[in-house]
C-alpha cells in the first residue's frame, strides 16, 4: 500500500517536471497534468521493473517516469488535437 501512495506521489512530481520539459503549448489543467504523470510514473516503473531495467527505489526509476509522463502527454495531446 505504501508503495502504491509513494508512487501517486512520484507521478504528481514527474507529471508537473514532464509538462515543463515537453516543449509545446498544452491547454491541459493541474488534475489532468497530475492524472497523466501518475500514469507515466506507474506504467514506467512496472514495466523497468518487469524487463529487470532497474530495481525498485533506483534513481534510474524518476527519469524512466519523466520519460513515461512525456510520452503519455504526446499521446494525449495527439489525440486531444485530432477529435477537435
Do not use: C, Q
Not at 40 to 69: H, L, M, Q, R
Request: aromatic share 8%; charged share 10%.
Amino acid at each position: 500500500m505504501l508503495s502504491i501512495l509513494g508512487t501517486i506521489v512520484v507521478g504528481l512530481i514527474v507529471g508537473l517536471i514532464a509538462r515543463a520539459l515537453k516543449p509545446g503549448n498544452d491547454s491541459l489543467g493541474f488534475i489532468m497534468t497530475t492524472v497523466l504523470g501518475i500514469a507515466g510514473a506507474f506504467a514506467a516503473k512496472y514495466a523497468g521493473i518487469a524487463t529487470g531495467f532497474y530495481k525498485e527505489g533506483d534513481v534510474v526509476g524518476w527519469i524512466a517516469s519523466i520519460v513515461g509522463a512525456i510520452v503519455l502527454l504526446v499521446i494525449y495531446g495527439l489525440i486531444t488535437k485530432k477529435s477537435s
